[in-house]
C-alpha cells in the first residue's frame, strides 16, 4: 500500500468521512467564500494537471507551511506522472474536467477543515491514430485544512487516495501497438456458439459490465447518482473495496454477471468472504472453482508483447467482463479492475473501487514493476 494511500485512509477515518456518500447527500456549505475558493483551487489543478507550469498553482499554497509545501508537490507529480505517461503511450491530454461536492466544513477563526469528494473527466487523443478525443473518469474523496493568509484562503495540507501516485520514472517503456487491436477483432477471435450453448452459458459479460458501470462509485462517467450498491457492504475503509466490487460484478444475481454464489465465495451482504473481499482470496477461489482462467502474467512489457502464443499480446485477448489483478510483490495481489471495454485504438479500459475509477486505460497509475494477472472469466 502506498504511503500516500495510508494516509489518506487514516484521514478519512478519522474526519469520519462518509465512504459511499452520493452527489444527492453531499451539500454545499453556507460559507460562500469557501466554496468559491474550493472550486476555483480544484478548476486551477485541473488545468496545471494538463498543462503543467503555464498555469500558475503557487498561489494557491503557503511557501511558509511544510505541510502546504508537500501539498503542492504531489499536485505537481501528478502533472509530471500523467505527462510522462501519455508520452510512453502515444498520447494527448487534451482537457480536464472537475466537479467537487462538499460533504462536510468546519470554520474556526482563521483555519477551514473540509471533506469532499471530487469527480474528474480527463480526455485524450492518439497522436499516431488521431480518432475521436477518449474520455474517462476518476474519483477521489478528499481532507483538507485552509488557512487565511492575507484575507485569502490558502491549502495548508491535504490527503487523498489518488490514483496517479506513481514515480513518473518508473512507467514502463514499451508501446502499446493500436494496429489490430480493436474489439472487432477480439469479438472475431471467439468461437461461435448455438444457441443452446447460450443458453447454458453461466456469465452474462454485458450485464456484468452495465454493473460495473452502474456501480462505479464517484467517478465521473458512473451511474447510480455516485453511489456504491448499498445492499453490500463498503470496504473502503477498512482495506479497500476493490475485490468486493469486482465479485459483486462478477456474482450479483439481480444486475452483475450472474456466477453461481457458492457458500465458499459469498456470505451475504453484510459481509463478505475472503474469497469475496481480499485480493488472494479471489484470485486462488476463481482459479481452483474454475471459473477463471489465468491467461498470462507478467511486467506490462510481458502482457503487450506480441509472441506466437498470443499474437496480439496476451492483453489483447481479454474480452470485457474479465478481469485484471495487479501484483506489487510477488505472489501478493494488491488490486483487481474489471475491463469494461477498449478505446478506438484498442487500450483496454477498466473500472475499479477505492480509487474509483470509470473506463480508465488499464495500467494508468501503475508502474514498470507491476506484474498484472490477466484473468479470463469461463
Not at 485541473?46 to 505541510?67: C, N
Request: hydrophobic fraction near 35%.
Amino acid at each position: 500500500m502506498r504511503t500516500w494511500f495510508r494516509i489518506g485512509l487514516i484521514a478519512l477515518v478519522a474526519f469520519q468521512f462518509p465512504l459511499g456518500v452520493s452527489e444527492a447527500s453531499a451539500r454545499q456549505p453556507d460559507n460562500q467564500e469557501l466554496t468559491v475558493f474550493l472550486n476555483r483551487a480544484i478548476e486551477t489543478r485541473g488545468h496545471y494537471l494538463i498543462l503543467g507550469e503555464k498555469v500558475d498553482l503557487d498561489t494557491y499554497y503557503i511557501r511558509s507551511d511544510k505541510s502546504s509545501m508537500a501539498a503542492l508537490e504531489h499536485e505537481k507529480k501528478r502533472h509530471r506522472y500523467l505527462d510522462a505517461w501519455a508520452l510512453k503511450r502515444n498520447l494527448q491530454f487534451i482537457d480536464c474536467y472537475n466537479e467537487i461536492r462538499i460533504v462536510r466544513y468546519k470554520v474556526q477563526a482563521d483555519t477551514a477543515n473540509v471533506v469532499f469528494i471530487v469527480r474528474q473527466r480527463l480526455g485524450y487523443v492518439n497522436m499516431k491514430n488521431m480518432l475521436q478525443p477518449q474520455r474517462f473518469g476518476l474519483g477521489t474523496r478528499h481532507v483538507m485544512t485552509l488557512k487565511k493568509k492575507k484575507n485569502e484562503w490558502r491549502i495548508s495540507r491535504e490527503w487523498y487516495l489518488d490514483p496517479l501516485d506513481e514515480n513518473p520514472a518508473l512507467i514502463a517503456d514499451h508501446q502499446f501497438h493500436p494496429e489490430n487491436a480493436g474489439s472487432e477483432d477480439r469479438q472475431d477471435q471467439e468461437p461461435k456458439r448455438h444457441d443452446s450453448e447460450k443458453t447454458r452459458a453461466r456469465y452474462d459479460r454485458d450485464k456484468a459490465v452495465r454493473y460495473a458501470d452502474k456501480y462505479a462509485g464517484l467517478a465521473w462517467g458512473a451511474g447510480n447518482n455516485n453511489r456504491y450498491n448499498q445492499k453490500y457492504r463498503d470496504y473502503t475503509g477498512v482495506g479497500g473495496d476493490c475485490t468486493n466490487f469486482v465479485s459483486q460484478v462478477l456474482g450479483d444475481p439481480e444486475e452483475g454477471g450472474g456466477l453461481p454464489l457458492t457458500p465458499r465465495w459469498y456470505a451475504g451482504p453484510a459481509g463478505g468472504s475472503e474469497a469475496w473481499v481480499r485480493t488472494d482470496g479471489l484470485k486462488h477461489f476463481l482459479l481452483n472453482s474454475g471459473y477463471a482462467r489465468l491467461k498470462d502474467k507478467g511486467t506490462f512489457e510481458h502482457i503487450v508483447k506480441q509472441t506466437n502464443e498470443h499474437p496480439l499480446g496476451a492483453i489483447r485477448e481479454l474480452r470485457p467482463g474479465d478481469l485484471i489483478g495487479y501484483e506489487l510483490k510477488k505472489g501478493d495481489v494488491d488490486h483487481f479492475s474489471v475491463i469494461v471495454g477498449f478505446d478506438d485504438n484498442g487500450y483496454p479500459l477498466v473500472n475499479c473501487h477505492t480509487t474509483d475509477r470509470y473506463r480508465v486505460p488499464f495500467d494508468l497509475g501503475w508502474d514498470k514493476k507491476t506484474n498484472y494477472l490477466l484473468f479470463s472469466i469461463k
